[in-house]
């Protein structure tokens, strides 16, 4: 018995050693805004062109059906542990030029963390605060070729989760960073049997910029730059019926934070060592952490790093819309594992949809997330005005 309980506090301890999941700063740029992409577990680099393609590829956008569009999304996140924090998403696109292969489009995402409250201790008063992020971009895309399209967006983000080190500092200073995506997208119309379907790829680099300088600059951080790369296949299982298979891939692109684990804290030059590599790791620019989250750790944890999402939609005449889909994050690097559900409903002018969490990993407080999203399609709108 003493043997068991020794292999399993071993193996525990080993497990907890190689937990490491990425650091960065303004994580609310990795939540996903929109239902839809939430229902299929997180994913939308290769999936049709919809309002909030700019979160997921802005090239889609060249691609998309009508001339014009917005969007508003509402989450309330982490809702089984508070109830005031949120995040607030608008995007839309409007197609520019005769050829029908242009967009310009742009979001504006807004990360509140609720009512904060500071201070309290030896006599000085509470201060009620409430801190946030946010992050505006404007995009544009282009047909290169009838199945081709990239796009690219350039997005400023501020975040302010700064607290007053006293009474008389009223106000704290925000750590600002300025940000780019690129993407494309293909997509074409093979033949199977009697049926046309559609096959699309698509990558996007997102959050590729500056660092985010908190406490004045003495604490930087790393963005959340993401490589994305997804494939879509849509084929019809009867009039007016069709169904979506999409997965994607993504990789957070900073490197790992060295850890005391990997090093012998009890020899001073590995102690110091330790110490060095922290030091470096801060200092370490944005684009050399890009390239360095490709080989900061072994084989296997390079693996590690890769999320996955898998998602299918159904949908009736284009009207009516079901999903499911599957996220996995490795228990190494953060342990998000959820299902995704969902549903949307659209008339010739709105349309709104809907999602829900189901978390798989035990007692995350993801568990149980909600998401809406309410898009109004502007060519919709015009055909509408001109009946009257």
Request: with cysteine; hydrophobic share 35%.
């Amino acid at each position: 018995m003493l043997g068991a309980s020794l292999g399993v506090a071993a193996s525990d301890y080993t497990e907890a050693s190689r937990y490491n999941p990425l650091q960065t700063g303004v994580n609310s740029l990795d939540i996903v805004p929109d239902a839809r992409g939430a229902s299929m577990g997180d994913l939308g680099v290769a999936s049709d062109p919809d309002c909030n393609s700019q979160f997921w590829n802005p090239s889609k956008y060249a691609f998309a059906y009508s001339s014009a569009g917005v969007s508003l999304s509402y989450t309330p996140w982490l809702r089984k542990l508070v109830n005031d924090i949120f995040l607030a998403n608008v995007a839309g696109y409007w197609k520019i030029g005769s050829g029908d292969n242009q967009a310009v489009s742009a979001s504006l995402r807004y990360f509140s963390l609720g009512e904060v409250t500071s201070g309290g201790g030896e006599g000085s008063p509470l201060m009620s605060l409430n801190p946030y992020e946010m992050a505006f971009d404007l995009g544009y895309s282009r047909k290169l070729s009838e199945k081709f399209s990239m796009g690219v967006a350039f997005r400023y983000i501020y975040s302010d989760l700064g607290f007053p080190e006293s009474e008389s500092e009223q106000q704290t200073v925000g750590a600002s960073a300025f940000a780019a995506d690129i993407g494309g997208y293909y997509t074409t119309y093979p033949m199977i049997g009697r049926n046309e379907c559609q096959w699309s790829l698509g990558f996007n680099l997102s959050n590729i910029g500056s660092k985010v300088n908190y406490d004045h600059g003495a604490n930087p951080a790393f963005l959340p730059a993401q490589l994305r790369l997804g494939t879509s296949f849509t084929f019809p299982l009867a009039d007016y019926h069709l169904l979506s298979l999409n997965l994607d891939l993504s990789k957070i692109l900073v490197p790992a934070m060295p850890r005391e684990n990997d090093y012998d804290m009890n020899d001073p030059e590995q102690a110091q060592q330790h110490i060095d590599d922290l030091e470096a790791w801060r200092n370490m620019s944005s684009i050399s952490g890009i390239f360095k989250s490709f080989h900061d750790g072994d084989a296997k944890e390079e693996l590690e790093e890769i999320r996955f999402s898998l998602g299918a939609e159904y949908s009736y005449n284009d009207q009516f819309f079901v999903r499911a889909g599957y996220f996995y994050e490795h228990p190494n690097k953060g342990n998000r594992q959820y299902l995704g559900f969902g549903a949307g409903f659209a008339l010739k002018v709105v349309r709104l949809d809907a999602a829900y969490m189901v978390a798989t990993a035990a007692s995350s407080p993801l568990d149980q997330t909600l998401r809406f999203s309410l898009t109004f399609d502007m060519d919709g709108l015009k055909d509408l005005f001109k009946k009257r």
